[in-house]
């Protein structure tokens, strides 16, 4: 008997942080699931898409489902005889399901909210980017690619203190020319420079302190 080739591994292609708030999103959708009929087609819907970030965050290894995205697809809460259960009893059955795989996808969460980067576990939404900055570094920031992120905003930071100062300068000395008080009228500035306190906040600009 010829042997069959091992399949294949996938590995993951989703961050935890990634899957958190999409498997988050389909338990807030099951809610509203649970009160439909169970041959209703939003339900197949619903399971393909779970199961697909299911298998993004967990590939699949040797060709196969991940016993976590396995247990999910097969979840069961007893034996169902359709040819003799009433449609109430498949519906309880159905209902029974879907809370077993709710229990399951939040226990994925808690897991997943572990090996998340702590910048993702601490604050996912409480940073809000200027739009510039969220345009060049945001999503590169959600990934997990922090230097690059930072890289590009700094690179576009420098990119607009340029243009709007009009200096051909770069790095530290641009700053200093652009933003700079001590001893020099900086070629951008927030306030009149009139008094210390207008001047600190000059200074606090500068080495990006945010105004308050």
Known sequence: MAKTSPKESVPPTMQPHQAIPLIRRQIERLAALLDVHYN????????????????????????????????????????????????????????????????LLEAYVEQLQDLAPPAARVAPDQYRFHAEIERVSGQLYRDGHYKQAALEAYIRVIEEVKAKSGLNLDGDSLMNHALGCDGRVPAIQFNDLQTEAERDEQKGIMLGVPRT
């Not at 290894?61 to 999910?72: D, E, I, V, Y």
Request: with cysteine.
């Open 40 to 103: 209703d087609p939003r339900i197949a819907a619903w399971e393909s898409t779970t199961e697909s970030i299911l298998t993004g965050v967990y590939g699949l290894p040797n060709g196969n489902l991940h016993p976590k995205t396995a247990n999910f697809t097969c979840a069961d809460s007893g034996p169902v005889y359709a040819g003799r259960m009433r449609e109430q009893e498949i519906q309880r059955y159905y209902v029974l399901k879907q809370q077993q795989r709710k229990a």
